[in-house]
């Protein structure tokens, strides 16, 4: 409900207008002087052309002259654990001379808005002509009823709608924010669109509860270690965010986990219950939708990460790993990023069973030189603008390259496939030219590759890529393409026994057990 209290009646026109009608019925009392009826007449007059005069200059239309509020967004951070209601108060300010008429106060979505209005004692999703008078105010009272035992489909983890005011012409907009699910929400308060630290002085913080996590904001970890169990659900809020410092405004993605040198991320997801990263609309129009949050941060110098069964979906990117830190992932999917999937930048990765695919950028991308080994992995990068892996060792510091830093880069990919629907999947870049500067071998994988085998670029490349096959159609490999499921084509896929049986290495993504004898490239085990 919203409840919108006028201006101060004394300071409207409505004050003299009553008293002209008081005095225009005082004249046409019967008993009345006729002595007095002159006075009354003139006086009746003055008001009356003093009230038209007013009442023509009432109203400011500049449109300059906007209105002001209270807060930008109105938030209802109450956790429901079962149906109820909340109420949230907005003040909003008429900061100049003249009074202001609000045309319109309306919600977003109209009818089918969550949220509850009632102004002047009418409710409705939409009113008209409210007034307020100079240098006042009026409060508006907002109420939302949540079910949290509805699912998240219907109820989203956070649901936002714009209360939209039309005043001269502009659109002004205060955003209503509710939480609709019962989840633990970090940080528990204020989050979106900024960023909070937690620390636990080099302890260990586990997320067990069984209620899913949001992360509303940005959340940074240090000198902690956070430990997340197997059927884990963690739904970040992303969007665009904004910040102003002093008078420039900087706006940036929301919706991010990040680890500095004193944080460490162990995942321990199984197969049967893997921990899932994603954003935290779950309609079925969102069920593809990349972007929605930002990703996983590892920066500078962490140690120790460990990711097993866990599935990264719909963000701007997967992971990213920073300089001299390092990452053990097992049975892992990054997919449907709006930008490449694994990113390591001068770091060190280890990578065994994972899949990669239906990423916006490249679906690897080392960059900076680091130490990579990837083992049984999947690749597949069809339908995006860029190739399934790129590597490079330098670092750019202008347009051109001419000048760059370098640091060696080391990468072994075994029984790995690396494909996608551009007729090259592989993009390698020795920015140095010094062949131990750019250390990398593939040996039992399957990839596409055709201008990489150029003389002006890397025509010794299958000297480093054996054996190896090169496959211009990749119709024969997975199951389809089309609907996403890169387990293997049958008995007939290419990639069926080409691989070469690595000890300690006995299941595929799935937990499936591999051929000890002639196992099956990539991620999955043909069954």
């Given at each position: ?22 005095l ?75 009074s ?84 633990v ?23 067990n ?12 970890i ?200 551009r ?41 480093y ?22 387990r293997l084509?049958?008995?007939y ?20 057990p ?14």
């Amino acid at each position: 409900m919203v409840l919108i209290l006028p201006a101060a009646f004394w300071r409207s026109g409505q004050f003299y207008l009553l008293t002209l009608c008081v005095l225009l019925f005082a004249m046409l009392q019967p008993n009345l002087p006729v002595s007095f009826r002159p006075f009354l007449i003139g006086f009746l007059v003055s008001v009356g052309l003093w009230l038209f005069s007013c009442q023509k200059e009432r109203f400011t239309t500049d449109p300059n002259d906007r209105l002001a509020f209270s807060t930008d967004t109105l938030r209802f951070d109450t956790v429901f654990t079962s149906l109820g209601s909340a109420t949230r108060i907005l003040k909003v300010y008429n900061r100049h001379q003249r009074s202001i008429r609000i045309s319109r106060i309306y919600l977003e979505n109209g009818a089918q808005s969550r949220f509850r209005l009632n102004v002047d004692g009418l409710p409705g999703p939409v009113h008209t002509d409210i007034e307020i008078a100079p240098e006042d105010s009026l409060y508006v009272f907002a109420e939302v009823t949540i079910n949290p035992d509805e699912p998240p489909s219907v109820s989203p983890f956070v649901f936002t709608e714009n209360l939209i005011f039309e005043t001269n012409g502009n659109l002004q907009a205060v955003v209503l924010e509710a939480w609709g699910q019962n989840a633990v929400y970090l940080p528990s308060r204020f989050g979106a669109g900024g960023a909070v630290l937690y620390r636990c002085n080099g302890g260990e913080w586990v997320w067990n509860d069984p209620r899913p996590y949001v992360i509303y904001g940005i959340v940074v970890i240090d000198s902690c270690t956070v430990r997340i169990p197997a059927g884990a659900r963690i739904h970040v809020h992303g969007g665009l965010a904004r910040v102003q410092q002093d008078s420039v405004v900087i706006r940036y993605n929301d919706g991010l986990l990040v680890f500095q040198e004193a944080g460490r991320l162990l995942v321990e997801g199984t197969a049967e219950r893997p921990v899932v990263f994603e954003g935290d609309r779950l309609e079925k129009e969102f069920e593809r939708t990349p972007g929605q949050w930002t990703g996983l941060w590892l920066r500078t110098g962490t140690s120790g990460h460990r990711i097993e069964h866990a599935i990264f979906r719909n963000s701007i990117i997967g992971i990213r790993v920073d300089s001299a830190a390092d990452l053990k992932l097992r049975h892992t999917q990054i997919y449907n990023t709006a930008n490449s999937g694994l990113i390591g930048v001068h770091a060190r990765i280890q990578a065994e069973n994972c899949l990669f695919h239906t990423n916006g950028g490249y679906s690897i991308q080392l960059e900076y030189g680091g130490d990579y080994e990837f083992t049984y992995c999947t690749a597949a990068n069809f339908g995006g603008r860029s190739e399934a892996l790129r590597m490079g060792n330098a670092l750019c510091r202008n347009p051109d390259c001419s000048d760059f830093e370098a640091f060696p880069l080391r990468a072994h990919f075994q029984n790995s496939i690396l494909l996608g629907s551009r007729p090259d999947q592989i993009t390698l870049f020795n920015r140095t030219g010094v062949p131990s500067d750019f250390d990398y071998r593939f040996e039992h994988c399957l990839v596409r590759v055709r201008d990489l085998l150029r003389p002006n670029s890397t025509p010794d490349f299958f000297d480093y890529c054996k054996p190896c096959l090169n496959l211009p159609n990749t119709d024969s490999v997975f199951l389809s393409i089309t609907e996403r499921n890169f387990r293997l084509d049958t008995v007939y896929s290419k990639a069926n026994g080409y691989a070469k049986p690595i000890p300690g290495i006995d299941t595929d993504l799935e937990g499936k057990p591999r051929d000890p004898f002639l196992p099956d490239a990539g991620c999955y085990e043909h069954q």
